[in-house]
């Protein structure tokens, strides 16, 4: 992921599913989309991690759901159709249910997507996704970020390959 062309000025916390108190220390804003298997691998290592430090004050989660037009990732489109953009722990319920299911519906034909969710998952629309999707596409394309999962905690911009030791030392410091 060449990071040089990103501008991080063009960011906001305004759009995305917020994780923790809006008085954090630092805040940690995460394009992802739920079809994507290196999206996958971020949540999955960095989990523990990041529910500690938002437990103890020291970061919050900004997530966006990046809509991607790459046809590997358009069910993750649809899917991000049905995550809760409000309800933080909700959110965090149904991408962890998401991603571990990811195998059995990532490659369903699109029309099959939406079905999955709500019959085998039990998953339910949001209203507001599409609006919110716009604004985080708009961002996006504003900041020059084109790859998911592309992660940004002050001024450090990062990819799913970080390591758990790296990622607590940018936390702490």
């Known amino acids: 992921m060449d990071i040089s ?45 990041l529910q500690t430090a938002v437990t103890n004050g020291e970061i919050q989660r900004v ?17 991000h159709h049905y995550i809760n953009q409000t309800d933080s722990q909700a959110a965090l319920f149904t991408l962890e249910k998401l991603y571990t299911t990811q195998s059995q519906w990532k490659n369903l034909p699109l029309e099959e997507v939406s079905i999955f969710a ?24 504003q900041a020059n970020i084109q790859f998911v999962p592309t ?12 390591t758990q030791a790296a990622l607590l030392a940018l936390i702490k410091k």
């Open 5 to 49: 062309k990103i501008d991080t000025t063009n960011l906001n916390l305004k759009n995305g599913i917020k994780i923790g108190s809006d008085t954090a220390n630092k805040q940690i804003i995460e394009f992802i989309n739920v079809s994507c298997p290196y999206c996958k691998k971020w949540f999955f290592d960095s989990l523990e991690i």
């Open 63 to 79: 997530i966006k759901l990046f809509d991607k037009e790459k046809a590997s990732l358009q069910a993750g489109n649809v899917m």
């Open 118 to 141: 709500e019959k085998e998952l039990h998953l339910t629309k949001e209203p507001h996704h599409t609006q919110t999707a716009t604004a985080i596409i708009a961002e996006a394309q």
């Open 151 to 162: 992660l940004v905690l002050q001024q450090n911009i990062f990819d799913e390959n970080i």
